[in-house]
């Protein structure tokens, strides 16, 4: 076996720069929406087919992960993270050279599957090399990483749009720097937990023995149950505001951006209260935040107070966020790891997925969008119930957890 130095800074940003082609994926296109409706509007069913150009990776993520984290258990984690991020270069640049939609929607497809590998293999290579802290740390960015980028991307994609709707495709051969930094920065993890022992062979882990169903599966439900508030402010909030009386489509979205700085905020106070605090009093601090962010959303009745329950909401979740991420990493041993960090994130990416059903649902029954605000903060309340499930099974959070 081969000796590296003890993984450090520039281990750790290898593994942190792939997050952002995840958010790339959907973030990227939505302001070249409007001139790709404009561009296929012979093609019949466009109006549904066209949204799928973002929306699929998203799908394809949810469905595969697992998948992905049952390949890098038997293959290896870097390898095949290498090979992802030469398909995503690929396929996520085709848009450029193709005209047919049906062709468009293929290489989406396969945007989605080298997605669903980069984000399930760097995340379980951040729980391979570090432990405790330091794991809890690098984990953590992970989540104001992708807030922070999702901020760039929008506005880089509106920039590259003026080019023509094939112009931001090209951004995703940026997934060849991602390449070139996880070759230079990491190595093979090895199956003794010796971050700096690189495995001379395929791990071929395939066995089930040990691995922690009860506690996984609610985790897991509590990550689907949570992504659904995490993603309302993002995905509905520049349609609130334009419900309260905002016409402008820039300023909505300027100040939706504003409002999500909560998140990255919220990841920053988990770096300094989450390996101090047990997991359900962090749950109850996290659902009661996002129940008071959409109860001040739903009754303000004004742009600033919108504002102000859209930030508090957020705060809450970029809480949340990085402590189901680290709960989950702390009972996945390496023989499992790469299936329990599947399990996770396929969960996520599916209550992203439900998000703006379960608002357009809330909202037909309780007269619009500010209706439906009041409703999910009767459902994050609904978290103080969760939070003290999770505190009874977690026998008192972080300090019980093995960090393994």
């Given at each position: 076996m081969t000796r590296h130095p003890e993984p450090g800074l520039l281990t750790g940003?290898?593994?942190?720069?792939?997050?952002?082609?995840?958010?790339?994926?959907?973030?990227?296109?939505?302001?070249?929406?409007?001139?790709?409706?404009?561009?296929?509007?012979?093609?019949?069913?466009?109006?549904?087919?066209?949204?799928?150009?973002?929306?699929?990776?998203?799908?394809?993520?949810?469905?595969?992960?697992?998948?992905?984290?049952?390949?890098?258990?038997?293959?290896?984690?870097?390898?095949?993270?290498?090979?992802?991020?030469?398909?995503?270069?690929?396929?996520?640049?085709?848009?450029?050279?193709?005209?047919?939609?049906?062709?468009?929607?293929?290489?989406?497809?396969?945007?989605?599957?080298?997605?669903?590998?980069?984000?399930?293999?760097?995340?379980?290579?951040?729980?391979?090399?570090?432990?405790?802290?330091?794991?809890?740390?690098?984990?953590?960015?992970?989540?104001?990483?992708?807030?922070?980028?999702?901020?760039?991307?929008?506005?880089?994609?509106?920039?590259?749009?003026?080019?023509?709707?094939?112009?931001?495709?090209?951004?995703?051969?940026?997934?060849?720097?991602?390449?070139?930094?996880?070759?230079?920065?990491?190595?093979?993890?090895?199956?003794?937990?010796?971050?700096?022992?690189?495995?001379?062979?395929?791990?071929?882990?395939?066995?089930?023995?040990?691995?922690p169903w009860a506690t996984m599966a609610m985790i897991v439900a509590i990550t689907v149950y949570g992504s659904v508030f995490f993603y309302t402010v993002q995905i509905q909030a520049p349609s609130g505001l334009a419900e309260l009386g905002m016409a402008s489509p820039a300023e909505r979205g300027f100040l939706t951006s504003i409002a999500s700085i909560g998140v990255p905020l919220g990841t920053f106070i988990y770096s300094r209260i989450g390996t101090r605090l047990a997991v359900g009093r962090l749950l109850l601090l996290e659902f009661a935040l996002l129940a008071i962010g959409f109860m001040l959303m739903a009754r303000s009745g004004t742009v600033p107070g919108f504002l102000a329950g859209c930030f508090v909401n957020q705060i809450g979740a970029g809480l949340l966020l990085p402590t189901l991420l680290v709960w989950s990493m702390s009972i996945l041993r390496f023989e499992f790891r790469g299936r329990g960090t599947g399990f996770w994130q396929s969960a996520f990416a599916f209550g992203q997925f439900l998000s703006p059903l379960v608002v357009t649902f809330a909202g037909r029954h309780t007269g619009g969008l500010l209706g439906a605000f009041s409703v999910l903060s009767l459902a994050a309340l609904g978290g103080v119930v969760v939070a003290l499930i999770a505190s009874r099974a977690s026998h008192g959070g972080n300090g019980a957890m093995a960090h393994g």
């Amino acid at each position: 076996m081969t000796r590296h130095p003890e993984p450090g800074l520039l281990t750790g940003i290898s593994l942190l720069l792939p997050i952002t082609l995840t958010t790339m994926a959907i973030v990227l296109l939505a302001p070249i929406i409007p001139d790709l409706m404009a561009h296929y509007a012979a093609v019949p069913g466009h109006e549904y087919w066209v949204p799928m150009i973002l929306t699929l990776p998203s799908l394809c993520v949810a469905l595969l992960c697992p998948l992905a984290g049952i390949l890098g258990d038997w293959f290896g984690r870097r390898r095949l993270l290498l090979a992802a991020f030469l398909l995503y270069a690929v396929v996520g640049v085709m848009p450029v050279f193709l005209d047919d939609l049906t062709h468009i929607l293929i290489s989406r497809a396969g945007v989605g599957i080298a997605e669903a590998l980069i984000y399930v293999l760097s995340t379980t290579m951040i729980g391979d090399y570090y432990k405790g802290a330091s794991r809890d740390k690098w984990l953590a960015a992970q989540t104001a990483f992708a807030s922070m980028s999702a901020l760039l991307f929008f506005n880089l994609g509106g920039v590259l749009g003026e080019g023509g709707w094939r112009t931001p495709f090209w951004a995703y051969a940026s997934a060849l720097v991602m390449f070139a930094l996880v070759w230079k920065f990491t190595w093979e993890p090895s199956r003794d937990g010796t971050a700096d022992v690189e495995a001379d062979a395929p791990p071929h882990n395939r066995s089930w023995a040990g691995f922690p169903w009860a506690t996984m599966a609610m985790i897991v439900a509590i990550t689907v149950y949570g992504s659904v508030f995490f993603y309302t402010v993002q995905i509905q909030a520049p349609s609130g505001l334009a419900e309260l009386g905002m016409a402008s489509p820039a300023e909505r979205g300027f100040l939706t951006s504003i409002a999500s700085i909560g998140v990255p905020l919220g990841t920053f106070i988990y770096s300094r209260i989450g390996t101090r605090l047990a997991v359900g009093r962090l749950l109850l601090l996290e659902f009661a935040l996002l129940a008071i962010g959409f109860m001040l959303m739903a009754r303000s009745g004004t742009v600033p107070g919108f504002l102000a329950g859209c930030f508090v909401n957020q705060i809450g979740a970029g809480l949340l966020l990085p402590t189901l991420l680290v709960w989950s990493m702390s009972i996945l041993r390496f023989e499992f790891r790469g299936r329990g960090t599947g399990f996770w994130q396929s969960a996520f990416a599916f209550g992203q997925f439900l998000s703006p059903l379960v608002v357009t649902f809330a909202g037909r029954h309780t007269g619009g969008l500010l209706g439906a605000f009041s409703v999910l903060s009767l459902a994050a309340l609904g978290g103080v119930v969760v939070a003290l499930i999770a505190s009874r099974a977690s026998h008192g959070g972080n300090g019980a957890m093995a960090h393994g």
